[in-house]
């Protein structure tokens, strides 16, 4: 039994290996190697925490486990903690028995960061030039450190509710030696790229916000009644996301559905994209539009890369158990 | 972050801390402080196995966490690994961050044998004298074992499919001195408690096996198809359970319930005899039936109690996470 820390993961997991990660998994569970199990959610009544499972299982991989933890709304304030708090559990696939215990909170933001990347790669225009950013948080700077090395893009344009958060961005930017620009909404008509990153229970980027050749990534729409962009930009979009059954229910995917304007067999998993089996985008003026949900078999993918990495720099803790 | 290894269990924990954690988590399960969330169960297409997670909160004893694990058929014969495989982790309700891991092989059988044996303190006649044991694999000796504590029982009484694996349970009863016999399951009837612990897909002990004032264990049945009584004994008796939700779908009332011979109303959970809100046993000659399904809270219960009693010895590992 292999132990990693939380404080390691930092050190360890490098962009590229959860990208490889991210992308060989989305792969598989369209191929039908992998597959997510239903996943538990629940709002305990204590500490107004909401606590659940993502499990799944990956049989190209062989990666079997769950990631449990959630969301503690009073961690930072009342004790410094970070309000996102989860640990993924690795079995063997062979035998059943625990085989590694891994920190979640770092890679849950390098998983997330990793999918709107592996949507870029597949989806966007090879010429894009411009990004830009609807959200300034915390994950949006995983997000665009990401994003950023998957085309030679020249600007960011940054929008976010709270403008006083857009120097989170910038400062990414910066490092990047790309310069940043603060925008309005319609503003966006300029990106090639845009990464919806909130947490938002109303649309903010409005169909007519997004130009045509534009891929829009909307990664915050994890919940039921959550809304980044505006229903009608499914439609006028093609529509790809890393599973159908979120993407519908709890994805961004979930009003476009329910107000009719898309169905089901509208949406494309980006798996098949990165398998060759959809054609993804087939011309330069087609709105592309990625509904990152978030599944369970991404956390478990990049924990047992930072596993295999841990091992190889003598980090992981073993334990006999 | 703590760590009691499988190994470290059999010393550690006692049947009386089992039970007294078993018999705590059914009263707060009762009384609404405790809640099981959705169990994942999963067949994953690879050794033949069923792996998922049972995991709930306790309220009152702040108790949250997972079982993860499941059943490798293989296991036995390809590895010399048993066949169910479970680890318990424990997560600290105030934070989300992850408390302890703790074997759970050993912990599954003592959990499901206190189950039982909380069953018959508080359901049996006080003067029960005979205790029959329907099955008698591995974990029949633990529910005997468990049970034998509970009265002052003067014979044990057996019958199982394969009567060559009797000699499990009588090794239990010459243990704590108490003749044992092998019976038909018409001879059943001598009982004045049954134990019946198969994993039978359709029912051995029929209505007449049971006499009037027995009480009856069903501790067998946990998947959709099981059975090990006659659905008739169900109508005959006052029906409990460790929860009604799973007695119905995948406990031993689901039959009677699908045959219309009980109604979901008909089953009270052991936890409200335990706090003195239902009456339990109210007459010498009542037939009482406990439906043993196993929930995840069972399993949170004793793995908590095993991590005192580790911290207490100073057994428990302590890992930086």
New interface residues.
Partial sequence: ML?V???EIADLMTRDAAFDAVEKVFAAMASGDAYN??V?R?A????D?L???K?G?D?AG?T???K?????PN?LEK?G?INH???V?L?D??????KA?V?GNLLTALRTAAASSVSIKHLAREDAKVIGMVGAGHQATFQLRAALEQRNFEKVIGWNYHPEMLPNIEKVAAEAGVPFEAVDLPGMTEADVIISITSAFAPSLMADHVAPGTHVACMGTDTKGKQEVEAALLARASVFTDEVAQSISIGEAQHAIAEGLIKENDIAQVGAVINGTNPGRTSDDQITLFDGTGVGLQDLAVADAVVDLAVKKGIA?K???
């Fill in positions: 132990i820390p939380e404080k199990f239903p538990v629940e305990i009544g204590h500490e925490a606590y659940g499972f499990g299982f049989r062989l079997l486990g769950l449990a933890g959630g969301y503690w961690n004790r903690l708090q989860s640990t559990f079995f696939p062979d035998t059943g028995k625990a215990m920190g803790v334990v006999d158990f």
